[in-house]
C-alpha cells in the first residue's frame, strides 16, 4: 500500500486516522516484513498483535506464523478487517482494548512459543509495557514500535538523563535491544516524532521474581517520583506508609551505599537490594 492508497481507503470506508488514539497506519510492506523478521517471527510461533490498523503487518506475521491473534479497539477497522479475504485464514481478529484483555492467559491458550508485536501509541505505551511484564512468563518475548522519546527510556543506563523506574524494571526483567528507527514516512498519516522498534527478550533467570513486581515496583517509582531529592527523601515522600529515616539509612549502610545518593545512579541490582528490604512483607 501507498500513504495514497491509505488515505483512499480509510475514505471509502468512512473511517479517519484518530488521532486520540494515536493512530497512524503502517502502509510499507517492505517494512512491515522488516518488522515481522525483527520479532523475530518462527513458523511454530503464534503471534499476539496489538493495533493491527488495515493489517499490512498482520498480513506480514500470518505469512511467518502458525497463528496470529490481533487486537484492534476500533469498530471501523475490526470491520473492514473482518471482510472476507482481508486477511489468511490463521488470523484471528479481537475487537478489544489490549489493556483488558489477560495477554498471559491469551498466550497460554495459544501454545507456546508465543510473541507479541505491538504499535504501542504514546498515550497507552506505559500501561501496556506493564501489561508485557506481568505476561513475560507466557511469553518467548516481544517487539514494541514506541516514540523514540519512549524507547530511550527503556533502554537507558544510570546517570542519564532518560533513566528511571521503565528503564530500571525493564533491566530486572527482560533484555531490551533497540533495533531500528522507522522514518515518518513509513505512516499515514505522517506522525511529527520518529518512531523504534524495540525487542525485549524474558530473562531466565530473571534478576526481579514475577511475584515481587508490584512491591518493588512501587519503591523504585517512589526512589525516582522527586529526582532532585537524595534517595532517603525521595523514599520518604514517595511511599505510604512512609519508612523511618533511621530504617533507610540502615538498609543504604547495610548495602554500602551513600545515604545521599540519588536513585538516578545507581544500577537497577542495587536498586532491586534496597526494594527487597523496604517492601512490605
Known amino acids: 500500500m501507498s500513504r495514497e492508497s491509505v488515505r483512499d481507503e480509510l475514505a471509502r470506508r ?19 516484513d522488516a518488522i515481522a523478521d525483527a520479532a523475530p517471527v518462527a ?15 498482520t498480513r506480514a506475521l500470518a505469512a511467518r506464523a502458525r497463528r496470529v491473534v490481533a487486537i484492534e479497539i476500533d469498530a471501523g477497522l475490526v470491520r473492514a478487517l473482518r471482510e472476507e479475504g482481508a486477511l489468511p485464514e490463521h488470523v484471528e481478529l479481537l475487537h ?4 483488558d484483555v489477560d495477554l498471559a ?3 497460554r491458550s495459544l501454545g507456546a512459543p508465543v510473541r507479541v508485536v505491538a504499535n504501542l501509541p504514546y ?3 506505559s500501561p501496556l509495557l506493564r501489561r508485557l511484564l506481568d505476561a513475560r512468563g507466557a511469553l518467548a518475548g516481544w517487539l514494541v514500535l514506541v ?4 524507547a530511550q527510556r527503556l533502554v537507558a543506563r544510570p546517570g542519564s538523563r532518560d533513566y528511571g523506574s521503565l ?14 528507527d522507522l522514518p515518518p514516512a513509513c505512516f499515514f498519516p505522517v506522525p511529527q516524532v520518529v518512531s523504534t522498534l524495540v525487542r525485549m527478550t524474558p530473562l531466565d533467570p530473571a534478576p526481579l521474581l514475577a511475584d515481587e513486581l508490584a512491591s518493588v515496583e512501587r519503591v523504585v517509582r ?4 522527586t529526582r532532585r531529592k537524595t534517595l532517603p527523601n525521595a523514599l520518604r515522600t514517595g511511599l505510604r506508609p512512609a519508612p523511618a529515616l533511621e530504617e533507610i539509612h540502615g538498609v543504604l549502610d547495610e548495602l554500602g551505599i551513600a545515604r545521599n545518593a540519588r536513585a538516578e545512579v545507581l544500577e537497577p541490582a542495587a536498586l532491586l537490594a534496597i526494594a527487597r528490604r523496604l517492601a512490605p512483607g
Open 14 to 32: 468512512g473511517l479517519r486516522a484518530q488521532r486520540e488514539r494515536g493512530q497512524n497506519f503502517l502502509h510499507d510492506p517492505r517494512i512491515a
Open 43 to 57: 513458523p511454530g510461533d503464534a503471534v499476539i498483535e496489538i493495533g493491527p490498523g488495515l493489517g499490512v503487518l
Open 96 to 99: 478489544r482494548d489490549a489493556l
Open 105 to 107: 492467559a491469551l498466550a
Open 123 to 125: 498515550a497507552v505505551s
Open 147 to 150: 516514540q523514540r522519546e519512549v
Open 167 to 180: 528503564a530500571v524494571l525493564h533491566a530486572l526483567t527482560v533484555a531490551s535491544e533497540r533495533v531500528r
Open 222 to 225: 517512589a526512589a525516582f517520583g
